[in-house]
């Protein structure tokens, strides 16, 4: 039996999707780690982007400081009309904002992270240090990442090296790899109960 953040998808539909992850590791007002993220795909659901999937929340140690209090972390799947990747990062830092993130110090504690992942296996290397890289160019690196897109992409690939997602899981630390834990909760049932009570 599925889980109700799964939705099967086929080798093709997983490549040319649009990937993003989620990540909190600080409360926003009187929102939880698990708010945080449940609010920021409302409002990326109220700029044009229908999120198709979202995997569990995984609760994981802040990197690259774990002394830093842990993160919450998804991977959401979704669907957007626009072409322009570097258009859809600035959306998503809108969200950031919209969420409480202020930019302040590299990796410190921050109420929403958002990451573009993959989009649509676009391969774009940055021209400047302030351009977009797809994929994003951690991603192979990242447990908090890879567990929770495997959840909703099981056929996914990196479009630069072709290996699939299990191969590069497999290629992970065992200590990367048991710091992540599914921590409960599904953050796309009730994201979607949400916009049914708005409309």
């Known amino acids: ?9 086929s080798f093709n539909e ?7 992850a989620l990540g909190a590791n600080r409360p926003y007002r009187r929102h939880t780690l698990f708010g945080n993220l449940h609010h920021a795909l409302q409002l990326l659901s109220q700029r044009e982007i229908s999120i198709l999937s979202c995997s569990r929340p995984w609760r994981t140690p802040a990197w ?7 993160f919450l972390n998804a991977v959401a799947r979704i669907d957007w009309a626009g072409e322009d990747p570097a258009t859809l990062m600035q959306i998503l830092h809108e969200v950031e904002t919209a969420c409480g993130r202020v930019r302040s110090v590299r990796n410190a504690p ?3 992270d958002l990451d573009l992942i993959d989009f649509k296996t676009r391969v ?6 302030h ?6 160019p951690r991603v192979n690196d990242r447990a908090f990442v890879l567990l929770p897109l495997r959840e909703i ?9 072709g290996a699939f997602i299990d191969t590069l899981i497999s290629r992970l ?11 409960g909760g599904v953050l796309h049932a009730a994201t979607h109960r949400l916009k049914r009570a708005a409309t």
Not at 3 to 8: G, I, L
Not at 124 to 129: N, V
Request: aromatic fraction near 6%.
């Open 124 to 129: 774009q290397a940055p021209k400047t240090e």
């Open 110 to 112: 921050r109420t929403l």
């Open 153 to 161: 992409a099981p056929h996914w690939r990196c479009p630069v090296s």
């Open 14 to 20: 997983a490549q040319r999707g649009i990937f993003i």
């Open 1 to 9: 039996m599925s889980m109700p953040f799964q939705q099967s998808m």
């Open 131 to 136: 351009d977009l890289t797809l994929p994003h």
């Open 64 to 70: 690259p400081d774990p002394s830093q209090p842990p």
């Open 173 to 183: 630390s065992w200590i990367d790899r048991k710091g992540c834990r599914p921590a």
